[in-house]
């Protein structure tokens, strides 16, 4: 079992910045790949932004050049800074670790919520 919590979330100006962390406790060796997924009301959860254990990362069109995912294996972290932050960025957003064993988004936290106002 693999456990997550996120902390960081909160309300910002258009044009501002947050950085949020995932805290990982657990049985983090099983996990090959973990991410940053967001869900805003009445939109279907989208996966914003994802990093393996070699430290290659990938990105939502939506976010790049915006966000910077990061990891800090020592402390069993996950960051995610997020600069130039828009209204549309307005969401739920989930720390989830994917293992390659069930190719699938097995761990998730309980999300933390960030608010744009315009």
């Known amino acids: 079992q693999v456990q997550l919590a996120e902390s960081g979330g909160g309300l910002v100006q258009t044009g501002g910045s947050l950085r949020l962390s995932c805290a990982a406790s657990?049985?983090?060796?099983?996990?090959?790949?973990m991410g940053w997924h967001r869900q805003a009301p009445g939109k279907q959860r989208e996966l914003v932004a994802g990093?393996?254990?070699?430290?290659?990362?990938n990105y939502g069109d939506s976010v790049k050049g915006r966000f910077t995912i990061s990891r800090d294996n020592a402390k069993n972290a996950m960051y995610l800074q997020m600069n130039s932050l828009k209204p549309e960025d307005t969401a739920v957003y989930f720390c989830?670790?994917?293992?390659?064993?069930?190719?699938?988004?097995?761990?998730w936290g309980q999300g933390t919520q960030v608010t744009v106002s315009s």
């Open positions: 657990g049985n983090i060796l099983s996990i090959n790949y």
């Open positions: 990093i393996a254990s070699s430290g290659s990362k």
């Open positions: 989830a670790a994917y293992r390659m064993t069930t190719m699938s988004w097995d761990y």
